[in-house]
């Protein structure tokens, strides 16, 4: 029997629902209850100001010099009802509403659509908000589109403050989500429409989308900007496809995903030895995307974090749960913003192939058993990704606290490459998670005015 993905997504709802019921419990519901920890990132000597504000000095300094055990918080306003206040204040954002297209013009700038196809078919969608100056192609994450570059708003968002700097923006989306479901001749409702994996990514659809941009700009290089899925699929372009390093004048990774074996996610963890199995069992329920931009999961995204006690239950709580956002930068008005243009869609392979990272902490090609590796690779494993052969100028962006990417393994890249020219680690202060790198509320100040001056250099 054959299930939909809203309904496999529905049901993971309902599996997880009563461990998180027992995490959830230990919530604040009174003044005098106790927080639990998950609410307070590894310190609180930096709480967000605004509930800063709403504390004594007293208070504040036993949640300053008790940050990591559970506290007691004796004003009337939980975090919790905090963030929820918050999130629902955003849900009456107009950008809720609003597509990337709809976004980008409402903000007064231009906006173009192209289409690539690339050397095995897939038809690709890229956004360009053109300007005079040197050419940046932004790469998004896994799960994610090129809507990650712009629900920010025009102060925060990467793609607006380049183009605001003058650059020629370009906006890619790999095969499979939302904007980029089409191929020459398969059927996104098919299987062998997803048979790919971030490989292919990096393989076929960036060196598609730099050529195509480029032709079109008449540049001979360009600034490559990934974040996450976006910086794993530069380095197997690089490594597989190393004459396009000489078309890429600087790569910048934010949240590099490339070795993964010292992943601080427990999520991951607990799933990454189940990844071929879950992927059989999906795959022999006719699933093969998860979480896609569809009519039913917008529907579903809608219920869920929208609609009154709901949203607090199943949408917040769950989100926070995934753990990939620091609390002192989160900016809880914009998630609905943010989850009403993610997730975009992504192949089952795609997730397996991070799994079987974590799992050989190894950065290598996709693992798809001893008889099929043997016929594709001519041996029993599949061959690792060599990185050295990336002469692009490369700088990695990470930090102690991105509990997907950890800067243990960031060092294990960084010692492979033969050209990184720059190790950025924000301050400690600011606790940045895997999402900050795109989504803090500092992300100007932390990470843009970092970018910029590297691209200022290498001209």
Not at 349 to 365: L, P
Not at 368 to 385: A, C, E, L
Not at 441 to 446: D, S
Request: hydrophobic content about 40%; glycine content about 6%.
């Amino acid at each position: 029997m054959a299930y939909s993905t809203g309904s496999i997504f529905l049901l993971l709802l309902s599996t997880c629902y009563g461990q998180l019921v027992n995490m959830l419990s230990q919530y604040p519901k009174a003044s005098t209850q106790k927080v639990h920890p998950i609410f307070f990132h590894s310190e609180l000597r930096y709480v967000d100001n605004t509930v800063r504000d709403t504390l004594d000095h007293a208070t504040l300094k036993t949640i300053m010099s008790n940050a990591v055990q559970n506290i007691t918080y004796i004003k009337n306003q939980t975090f919790s009802e905090y963030i929820h206040a918050e999130y629902m204040a955003g849900v009456k954002n107009e950008d809720v509403k609003l597509s990337i297209r709809e976004l980008i013009t409402k903000y007064g700038y231009p906006l173009e659509e192209h289409e690539v196809i690339t050397a095995d078919s897939y038809i690709l969608r890229m956004f360009r908000i053109p300007g005079n100056g040197p050419v940046v192609l932004l790469m998004h994450g896994l799960f994610g589109s090129a809507d990650d570059f712009v629900v920010a708003g025009p102060k925060n968002s990467l793609a607006y403050l380049l183009a605001n700097d003058g650059y020629d923006v370009w906006l890619g989306n790999a095969r499979g989500n939302k904007h980029s479901r089409r191929h020459v001749s398969l059927d996104p409702a098919g299987p062998a429409f997803w048979k790919f994996s971030w490989h292919e990514i990096g393989y076929y659809d960036l060196p598609a989308m730099i050529d195509y941009s480029l032709n079109v700009t008449n540049r001979r290089s360009l600034y490559y900007i990934g974040h996450s899925q976006g910086t794993t699929t530069f380095f197997v372009m690089g490594s597989e496809r190393p004459e396009y390093n000489e078309k890429v004048t600087l790569m910048i990774a934010l949240a590099p995903s490339a070795y993964l074996s010292h992943t601080k996610s427990r999520l991951m963890r607990v799933l990454a030895p189940k990844g071929a199995l879950i992927q059989t069992v999906l795959n022999n329920n006719g699933i093969y995307e998860l979480l896609s931009d569809t009519p039913t999961m917008r529907v579903v995204k809608d219920i869920l974090c929208n609609t009154g006690p709901l949203v607090d239950i199943l949408c917040n709580r769950i989100v926070m749960s995934l753990n990939v956002f620091s609390y002192t930068e989160l900016n809880a008005t914009l998630l609905p913003v943010i989850l009403s243009h993610a997730p975009s869609g992504a192949s089952v392979e795609q997730v397996n192939h991070y799994f079987q990272g974590i799992m050989s902490g190894m950065f290598r090609q996709y693992d798809h058993g001893v008889d099929m590796n043997m016929k594709k690779y001519g041996r029993v494993t599949p061959p690792s990704y060599p990185v050295d052969k990336i002469s692009a100028p490369v700088a990695l962006f990470f930090s102690d606290d991105d509990t997907l990417c950890s800067s243990r393994d960031a060092y294990k890249l960084h010692r492979r490459l033969n050209n990184c020219v720059d190790m950025y680690k924000p301050p400690n202060e600011y606790h940045f998670n895997h999402v900050d790198f795109i989504w803090a509320k500092h992300f100007r100040i932390v990470i843009y005015n970092r970018i910029i001056k590297l691209l200022r250099k290498f001209v």
